[in-house]
């Protein structure tokens, strides 16, 4: 009973188990109260090697395979590169801590007469050849210096700097040739849908903002075609194909004031969709070396730094020489082995 009261028989089992079970959560010991009794050697022992542990356990699926002779696989492969991701990750997100713990072992505070440890002020500042010092130098070799060579050497296996100099070079000559296509573009909506296009279509969204924004005077009206037609001869056009812009207008507001931003939207996406003026070309590898020419005899200076990207079209130019010499000597070194082959018949 409680002040006087009889409570039925399930309430007060309830209330026995809980209190027996009840966990009050500020009255759990936090991680330095729990690890007191640890001495710094320990600490930075228990850091430092459970790190490389881990590092070891994420390379298991790989191991297996390479013990189970599949090393040639595709299997292997991919497991190889979830593995340098995996180890990346694991590396960047400890590497403050295996820093700070490398370090702890050196840091040292004068008190009175005597140089004490900061992170331990009962243990006197080691010296060599105590283990704490030797595990200290070890740490502060293998984690801040080693992660960063380590994330270096990683990039270089992959060719990272290789593959970013060409990606560079092959946006440079693809903006060349959008430009080039522009210059003799002699259609406003085609000159609409290449200035659309420049940059990529994960891009489109945010020129076309822009473009609305800009015709639209920050979206105080709706744009009419003779804002289009305006603007494209602005930007280096003329008149011809003025009638298209004012059709294509037609066809997509809903009223004579003009298009609204999703209308805008919506019209820009049909315009860029059917325009096949560079479907042939999706990459910087489909250009020939003709086109590259025409585009290294053109100026540019209006539009980007021109020795920069004549820089890009020399290089794909000596690319696409070396490629086609290899694939020529293999073509004369088959024809040579089939003739071998038949003169031996």
Not at 70 to 80: E, P, R
Request: proline share 4%.
């Amino acid at each position: 009973t409680f002040f006087f009261v009889t409570w039925p028989e399930s309430l007060e089992s309830m209330w026995s188990w809980s209190s027996v079970l009840r966990i009050d959560p500020a009255a759990i010991p936090g991680p330095h109260c729990m690890a007191a009794a640890v001495s710094l050697y320990h600490r930075v022992q228990a850091i430092t090697v459970s790190a490389v542990v881990v590092a070891i356990l994420l390379a298991a699926p790989m191991l297996f395979l390479v013990l189970f002779g599949k090393s040639q696989t595709m299997t292997f492969v991919s497991a190889k590169h979830r593995y340098w991701y995996q180890l990346m990750v694991w590396l960047f997100l400890l590497y403050p801590l295996l820093c700070s713990m490398s370090v702890q072992g050196l840091r040292c505070t004068r008190v009175g007469q005597d140089w004490l440890l900061s992170a331990e002020l009962t243990t006197a500042c080691p010296t060599f050849p105590s283990p704490l010092y030797l595990w200290s130098v070890f740490s502060i070799v293998a984690f801040p210096i080693g992660i960063p060579a380590l994330m270096l050497y990683t990039l270089h296996l992959f060719q990272v700097p290789a593959l970013a100099k060409v990606k560079l070079q092959s946006a440079l000559v693809l903006d060349v040739l959008q430009q080039y296509q522009f210059s003799i573009e002699r259609s406003l909506v085609g000159r609409l849908s290449l200035m659309m296009r420049m940059g990529g279509s994960s891009d489109l969204d945010r020129r076309t903002f822009e473009l609305f924004s800009t015709l639209s005077h920050g979206g105080a009206s709706p744009v009419t075609a003779d804002d289009i037609v305006n603007f494209l001869i602005s930007v280096g056009g003329d008149a011809e194909g003025s009638e298209e812009i004012e059709a294509l207008v037609r066809t997509f507001r809903s009223d004579e004031s003009g298009l609204t931003w999703l209308e805008f939207e919506a019209m820009i996406a049909g315009i860029v969709e059917a325009d096949q003026s560079l479907s042939h070309i999706k990459d910087v590898t489909a250009i020939d070396n003709d086109l590259l020419n025409t585009l290294c005899t053109h100026r540019w200076e209006a539009h980007l730094e021109k020795q920069h990207a004549t820089d890009a079209m020399e290089a794909m130019m000596n690319r696409t020489v070396t490629k086609k010499s290899k694939k020529d000597n293999a073509n004369t070194n088959t024809n040579n082995n089939n003739n071998n082959n038949n003169n031996n018949n």
